[in-house]
């Protein structure tokens, strides 16, 4: 028996249920299988590309937070993945706007502006249980059936984009590199009101406070926080 553990912090900071994948066991095969994507079904959308040029045909389109990569359903009914493109930059879906970089993935964005706040949500390998063998990094091949069991927690990951298109994971030394003419003001409210960088509402409440900053005519007061 092989057992490897990777020790992962998880999105909000509790225990979580991981999700079994079975040996020899397909994520399509599993109970969990919906919860391999981001939205709970798939919603007409389209790419927009790094000329600005939009796909002028809709497709029905999901994020797979398994595999990380967009998927969309063809004429037949069958999900198939996109190709990753470096000439991608956006894929709407519904309501909803994704970033791409080609290195790095997927971005939903939560607010667009001149530092656009983002997430990305993986779902990442916390325990592995069986015939696994050699290097951890060779069971992160998604799909690949093996024999053992592996286990997945999802992890939300909070990130600003700037108006170069610079990804920058949200903590406080990006805050402060992203918004310099209000650094003072920012520290200042960090210490009145500590932000968990892994929760959405503190991010978002940091994010909106900088936004407010920024605004003409501010006064450079924080808003109450309940």
Request: aromatic letters at 12%.
């Amino acid at each position: 028996l092989v057992i490897i553990l990777i020790i992962v912090q998880n999105a909000c900071g509790q225990d979580v249920e991981p999700l079994r994948l079975g040996r020899f066991e397909k994520v399509s095969q599993t109970a969990w299988r919906e919860k391999a994507y981001l939205l709970p079904q798939f919603h007409q959308g389209t790419i927009i590309y790094q000329t600005g040029f939009r796909l002028n045909q809709t497709l029905n389109l999901n994020y797979n937070i398994y595999h990380e990569r967009m998927e969309f359903l063809s004429e037949d009914g069958d999900t198939l993945g996109i190709k990753a493109d470096k000439q991608i930059k956006l894929i709407e879906i519904g309501s909803h706007l994704f970033y791409h970089d080609y290195k790095t993935g997927f971005y939903e964005i939560l607010s667009a502006a001149s530092v656009s706040l983002a997430m990305q949500t993986k779902l990442i390998l916390v325990k592995a249980e069986g015939n696994c063998e050699g290097e951890i990094w060779s069971l992160e091949l998604r799909g690949a059936p093996m024999d053992c069991d592996r286990f997945y927690v999802k992890r939300i990951s909070y990130f600003y984009i700037d108006l170069k298109d610079k990804i920058l994971k949200a903590n406080k030394l990006s805050v402060l590199k992203l918004f310099p003419e209000n650094k003072s003001d920012i520290q200042a409210y960090l210490i009145e009101s500590p932000v968990d960088f892994t929760k959405h509402e503190d991010v978002a409440r940091l994010t909106t406070y900088c936004y407010q900053l920024d605004e003409p005519g501010s006064t450079k007061h924080a808003p109450e926080v309940p």
